[in-house]
């Protein structure tokens, strides 16, 4: 089993920049695919931000050159740096990690973005 605890979500006005940061109970070397996905109130969740285990990275279109996602397999952490935040960025965002038979998410942290 495999924990995923995220931080550093908060509130910020547009404009802001906040870091997420995803802790995993274990070494992250193996997974796959670690990133990034948000909900917000009435919406699906949505994927933001992804990283491969050889560094590649996908953004969703809404988030492309303000946000930028990173992963630290010695400190098993994955990153979210969020610039210039809108306020349609507020929701509560999701950790996500996959294994080739199995995906893990964290539990969420809010991130509000003040007008």
């Known amino acids: 089993q495999v924990q995923l605890v995220e931080s550093g979500g908060g509130l910020v006005q547009a404009g802001g920049s906040l870091r997420l940061s995803c802790a995993a109970s274990r070494s992250i070397f193996t997974f796959n695919i670690m990133g990034w996905y948000r909900q917000a109130p009435g919406n699906q969740r949505e994927r933001v931000a992804i990283i491969t285990d050889r560094g590649t990275t996908n953004y969703a279109d809404s988030v492309k050159g303000r946000f930028t996602v990173s992963r630290d397999n010695d400190m098993n952490t994955v990153y979210l740096q969020m610039n210039s935040l809108k306020p349609e960025d507020t929701a509560v965002y999701y950790c996500?990690?996959?294994?080739?038979?199995?995906?893990?998410w964290g539990q969420g942290t809010q991130v509000t973005v003040s007008s």
């Open positions: 996500y990690a996959a294994l080739p038979n199995r995906d893990y």
